[in-house]
């Protein structure tokens, strides 16, 4: 058989793999399609490199982009969009940053660059869900979405038995965003996750939207070790900073095949 067709099914069956079992690594791709890795990193390459499938920046794993439809495709393109400008952005500052999307009454993680962020810092994988109304990024989200999605949302959150002070609170604190132009890590979140409620991640936070309204796409933050003694200087870099996250990452979803990354 020539080595061209081998290939070809090699990366065929890596990427039925990925469709059909999810997300891996090289080690596990290799193991279940009896390659060596050497073979399969060229493979995986190969369908990277044509736009079949992708590496996270988060996780380092292999997913692929194919069999994806609605709003699980715009998933991926956003991760697309995200993973080139977050990468490039740890050239000039070593804070990182998560890229998020509403799910429910949540906000989920699609792509970050923590892992390569400062060390020491703690880590969150793609999928990881954190409440919407408790988070700089879900307030972000809540106070530009749409005022229908908006008011959706908070009747959802009043149903689950969120209380109504709570709720006149988030109301006046996403003003207070819309007016800052930013949202802040309420004090009262520590970094807890839906699977890990009690973790404490010791990060401060703020976060901007990713798109307006009817075209909003998430959110994006940028996090620091709360222990630092931040100046309204620093927030005033970061924000400026996540505002140009964000519009890079909105002209890589318009432009998909050459995605922006921030200037100087």
């Known amino acids: 058989m020539p080595d061209d067709h081998r290939g070809l099914q090699r990366g065929l069956a890596l990427l039925k793999d990925l469709a059909q079992q999810g997300p891996a690594g090289l080690a596990v791709l290799a193991r279940r399609q009896g390659l060596a890795k050497s073979t399969a990193k060229r493979a995986l390459g190969a369908l990277v490199s044509s736009g079949l499938a992708r590496r996270s920046l988060a996780d380092d794993l292999y997913r692929a982009n194919v069999l ?5 495709h715009r998933e991926t393109r956003l991760e697309l969009a ?5 990468r490039a952005t740890l050239a000039e500052d070593p804070w990182p940053s998560d890229v998020m999307v509403r799910d429910g009454l949540a906000m989920r993680t699609v792509e970050n660059n923590r892992r390569a962020a400062l060390p020491g810092l703690a880590r969150s994988g793609i999928g ?8 700089a ?6 106070a530009w979405c749409d005022k229908a999605e908006a008011a959706r949302v908070l009747a959802l959150l009043a149903a689950h038995g969120v209380p109504a002070a709570e709720l006149r609170r988030l109301d006046q604190a996403l003003e207070a965003t819309r007016q800052r132009g930013h949202a802040v890590r309420p004090a009262g979140f520590r970094g807890g ?7 404490v991640d010791g990060l401060d936070a703020i976060a901007v939207p990713i798109g307006r309204g009817s075209g909003l796409l998430g959110a994006v933050n940028v996090m620091w070790p709360r222990r630092l003694a931040v100046d309204a200087g620093f927030v005033a870099a970061q924000k400026a900073r996540l505002t ?6 909105e002209a890589a979803m318009a432009t998909p095949e050459r995605p922006a990354v921030p200037g100087p």
């Open 68 to 72: 994806l439809l609605g709003a699980q």
């Open 128 to 135: 990881e869900r954190v409440a919407i109304h408790r988070t």
């Open 82 to 86: 995200a993973a080139p400008v977050l």
């Open 137 to 142: 990024v879900g307030q972000a989200y809540l």
């Open 244 to 249: 140009a996250i964000s519009a890079a990452i």
């Open 193 to 199: 996750t839906e699977v890990a409620p009690r973790r």
